[in-house]
């Protein structure tokens, strides 16, 4: 019957939701806020910010307020980028890791894209606006990712990050070798840190002359087009494809891994074989190695403070994310989980406690920094004229102890409305406790 | 760098324990009482491990160690009241994990027997202001009994607060526990209605088997009463019937884990049908249930950072928990239910205060809240004159993210802040 019921509700929500697109349309003004922009603007007290089209438009202090414009009054609250989640696995239901194999390149997050997600909309209610939905880390090479935006209510077409990157999950060390998985009567290579290795340089060995055999095939196909020959084309193999295009640099590596020793092995192959890591995921022990991974180019998408839960975490420590920082790296922070996810303002924040990073370095780990690290950052991450109006309206500054997200838009459209949400929770509780409680019951 | 200076902090500390005996005055400072008003700039003494004075003119008495508190709150120590802490070190290492007994009974578990006082995680809990936890087993049934420790000390005895605190008891579901080995098995093509019959039975049956183990608990604590007093033949050595005993006879507490509104209604109902002295663990549904909750006077320890239960559930149920149940008069705490995540504990307090629950109850729920549902509130929890001297000195507001701990004191004892975590820092954070 609940589920009926917010079902229902959801319906009702729909047509404010249409009207709210169709008003972006035009312009939407979000007036009296403080504006942490995270970008060169900086913190805006008392500003105005200008949506047209679904992009910023303007963003200043004594802006005009175009007539006929919707208005959003963020008076006494604070505006910020929507928050960028660069690891996650919301959205895609059990269909995180295709376990049976150690390479698999040719899967993809997109097919299995699952808009229904009640935890889409629960983000949104911690102000997040873009996921990057990874494949697990079962395998050394793992399936491609996908890049959504939380367009709640819409298709799973509608979701995906269109022009975001391609990339693709690897994985490094104790998930990979299956170490705290084993499945009965099931053991696959890897068993150990040695054999990821292994795994990783054979599949660049055959990706590369996948690549040689393509491009002598299009040589003697070029030849052969004045004799009239027919050359026979090599096979198609969809996980070698994945890799060469890896190899053209078409791809973003987001390599999961915890111990330094991992993070270095991977640099070594991956400079060998001529590609490059873009992100370098969990990186607990990122610390103890950041110069190296500062030097290859790589960012750095980390837990704020988990630790001890696996033996590649004993020497994790929440000053991960300043010692990166401080070598030049990109540091992201990520949740890797649903419910993390809803309160990654304040994972930035510890950030500040545990290393001293300031304050706008520290939102930039949630914003910026992830958006960079998905290669969309031209696109979103900051509130600046010709990005997208992604962003979030919270009742404090983003660090405050009683901070709560009250308002998160993506593309000027408002998505989560948490005045809409209380008024449209039509008690079905009371309802419910009727049936039970003696005396009509509690909330 | 925002980092306290950890040589302060051990100087601090090594003058502290050389100088055990004399007294110790935090002057200047703003003290959150909890249990009184807040003083905005006063005196704190501490003596004989206790607090001596307490308020804004009170005098520093004569060779006493002076710490300067201005700028500084102070709080009383923070008290996780649900924890691994000390059972669990690397949470896949099984040679580090003592949480759980084999088998599904076993009430004769006692925490404080296995809780490692060298943990490299009780330090990191304490620099972040917690100065107690509930060490609790888990698992099965019946899992055991839990002890409140405090976070300084070197043996398993010298941690201890009180033991037992309560048995531990997981409400039968009627689900079967998760087991991995099993997760790749064809599942059984089965109606829900089958599935829903086939798991009321199973409760019921493990709900038949926990009334039947009190009673006989009851009749063996029974018959070693008799024997004491010279009536009859001490019955056969049993432990778990021994243990069981005074959770029989309502003397000791029951902390039942329950999270769904069904399963939190029928531990209430199955404790008042028993006479068991209840607390409820989990509560993600208790908001629910404060009809009940509240005419039992069944207090919950809540787990602020959660998922809500269902689907169709407020997006906030979990984080706006805390403060239905004090709108509905139910006592609780506020826990981590966790071991390396317990430093957290102020932040799922500031949670529950984003969403409804006033911030000195929020407070209060992760200090004197906790004290009074485990009976020790005559000793901790709050800073008042002749309690112990458990406290933490921080540079703001506990709840906020942004404030740094500066300085703990367990039993008047001023503790080292420096971790596993920050010994790691210093070590590379300058590494070229």
Known sequence: MRRLAYVASAVLLLPSLTLAAEASKNVTAIVGGTLITVGPQGTIEKGTLLIKDGKVAAVGKELTVPAGATVIDAGGRYVMPGIVDAHSHTAIEDNVNECTDSVTAEVRIADVIDHRDINIYRELAGGVTTINVLHGSCNAIGGQNAVLKLRHGKEPEELVFKEAPRGIKFALGENPKRSNFQVPGQKRYPGSRMGVEVVIREAFLEAKAYRREWEEYQKKLAAAGAKGEKPVAPRKDLRLEELRDLLDGKVLVHAHCYRSDEILMLIRVAEEMGFKIRTFQHVLEGYKVASEIARHGAGGSTFSDWWAYKMEAYDAIPYNAAIMASKGIRVSLNSDSDELARRLYWEAAKTVKYGGVSEAEALKMVTLNPAWQLGIDKRVGSLEVGKDADLAIFSAHPFAADTRVEMTLIEGTVYFDRAKDLASREKPVEKHDQKDAPKGGAQ | ?432
């Open chain 2, 1 to 432: 760098m925002r980092l306290p200076s950890f040589t302060a902090v051990l100087a601090l500390s090594a003058a502290a324990l050389t100088a055990a005996e004399a007294p110790i005055a935090i002057r200047g400072a703003r003290i959150v009482t909890v249990s009184g008003p807040t003083i905005e700039k006063g005196t704190l003494v501490l003596a004989g491990g206790k607090i001596a004075a307490i308020g804004a003119d009170v005098a520093v008495p004569a060779g006493a160690t002076v710490i300067d508190g201005s700028g500084k709150t102070v709080y009383p120590g923070l008290i996780d009241g649900l924890t691994t802490l000390g059972l669990v070190e690397i949470g896949s290492v099984a040679g580090s994990v003592d949480t759980a007994e084999a088998g599904d009974v076993n009430p004769h578990a006692k925490a404080w027997v296995a809780v490692h006082a060298h943990s490299e995680l009780l330090p990191v809990a304490r620099a972040n202001g917690l100065t107690a936890a509930l060490a609790a087993p888990q698992g099965g049934l019946v899992s055991g009994q839990s002890a409140l420790i405090r976070l300084a000390g070197s043996t398993p005895d010298a941690l201890t607060v009180k033991t037992p605190v309560a048995m531990h008891v997981t409400y039968p579901t009627g689900r079967a526990p998760f087991d991995f080995s099993r997760m790749f098995d064809e599942p059984e093509l089965k109606t829900f209605e089958e599935r829903q019959k086939e798991r009321k039975k199973n409760q019921e049956k493990d709900l038949r088997r926990l009334a039947n183990l009190l009673a006989e608990a009851k009749a063996y604590g029974a018959a070693l009463e008799a024997a004491k007093s010279g009536k009859g033949a001490p019955p056969k050595p049993d432990l778990p019937m021994e243990a069981l005993a005074p959770v029989a006879r309502g003397e000791l507490a029951v902390i039942m884990r329950a999270d769904d509104e069904a399963d939190i209604r029928g531990a209430v109902k199955f404790a008042a049908d028993q006479g068991l002295k209840l607390v409820i663990a989990g509560g993600l549904e208790a908001w629910r249930c404060t009809d009940v909750l509240k005419e039992k006077a069944v207090p919950v320890l809540i787990n602020v950072d959660r998922l809500p239960r269902k689907e169709s559930d407020p997006y906030d149920a979990a984080y706006a928990n805390p403060g239905l149940l004090f709108k509905a008069g139910v006592r609780f705490a506020i826990v981590s239910d966790d071991a390396s995540q317990s430093r957290n504990l102020p932040y799922e307090a500031a949670m529950a205060s984003a969403y409804g629950l006033p911030a000195e109850i929020a407070l209060r729920s992760i200090t004197l809240s906790p004290a009074e549902i485990f009976g020790v509130a005559n000793r901790i929890g709050s800073l008042e004159v002749g309690k112990d001297a458990n406290l933490v000195i921080a540079t703001g507001d506990i709840l906020d993210h942004r404030t740094q701990v500066t300085g703990v004191f367990i039993d008047g004892v001023a503790q080292s802040i420096e971790t596993r975590h920050t010994r790691l820092y210093q070590q590379f954070k300058d590494r070229p």
